[in-house]
């Protein structure tokens, strides 16, 4: 069965601090895909980015950086210089190849802090 | 280009009731999804449509069901509300050459009491 987790539940930083949000997930697949989405507080999950799983190449957009290591299933989220604008639910998620049956961390309440 | 939209935003019913929720998906997207996301937990995947047949469907019971028509929008039925239906609703919609990126309505928040 396909799981993800997200260890930290809530984290606080000041802006402009770095914060990076953990995910680890567990798929018995190997052609997946992993995602990262944003909520924030009016409710509509935001796409931020996909990955596969045979793209271990890191990404960088804007003040957003992933890291995907598949040896230690582990797709983290690094946001830059944070800014309030940030604070919102992040969630991680996983699907098989054909984009079916996406499973989502229980996700990570961010709260930049002015 | 419109996106995603639900109706209704918010919807008290009382245990036992039926509901139909909506759901109109992006401007040429034939894929849609519906997801349950309970207070303080990620969405759960229920179903998914793709040219208005069931494509896939996650632990939900069959009291949850759907339907998509033929403009690609779709509806979500509940029968035999329990107070555990409590939540907000997702659908979210692709395009068949990019289904793995999904867009997501604002959803509907329901209420069983």
């Known amino acids: ?114 | 280009e419109t996106g995603v939209t639900q109706s209704p935003t918010h919807l008290i019913k009382t245990r036992g009731q039926q509901v139909t929720l909506r759901c109109s998906s992006q401007s040429g997207h034939n894929t849609v999804s519906w997801y349950q996301q309970a207070l303080g937990q990620g969405p759960q995947f229920i179903f998914q449509y793709y040219r208005e047949e069931e494509n896939g469907r996650g632990n939900f019971p069959p009291r949850f069901s759907g339907l998509q028509f033929p403009n690609y929008s779709s509806e979500l039925n509940v029968n035999a509300l329990e107070l555990d239906d409590s939540a907000l609703y997702l659908c979210a919609s692709s395009a068949t050459t990019s289904i793995y990126e999904q867009y997501f309505g604002p959803g509907t928040r329901l209420t069983v009491t």
Do not use: H
């Open chain 1, 1 to 114: 069965a396909q799981k993800v987790t997200q260890a930290q539940t809530e984290i606080s930083v000041v802006e402009k601090e770095d914060v990076t949000l953990d995910c680890v997930y567990e798929t018995r697949d190997t052609t997946y895909y992993l995602f990262w989405y944003k909520q924030p507080p009016s409710g509509e999950l935001v796409f931020l980015i996909r990955r596969n799983s045979f793209d271990e190449q890191n990404e960088i957009s804007g003040r957003y950086s992933w890291n995907f290591q598949k040896s230690t299933s582990s797709f983290n989220f690094t946001i830059t210089a944070s800014q309030v604008v940030d604070s919102a639910v992040y969630f991680c998620a996983l699907s098989g190849n054909y984009g079916q049956n996406f499973v989502f961390g229980p996700g990570t309440r961010l709260s930049v802090l002015p």
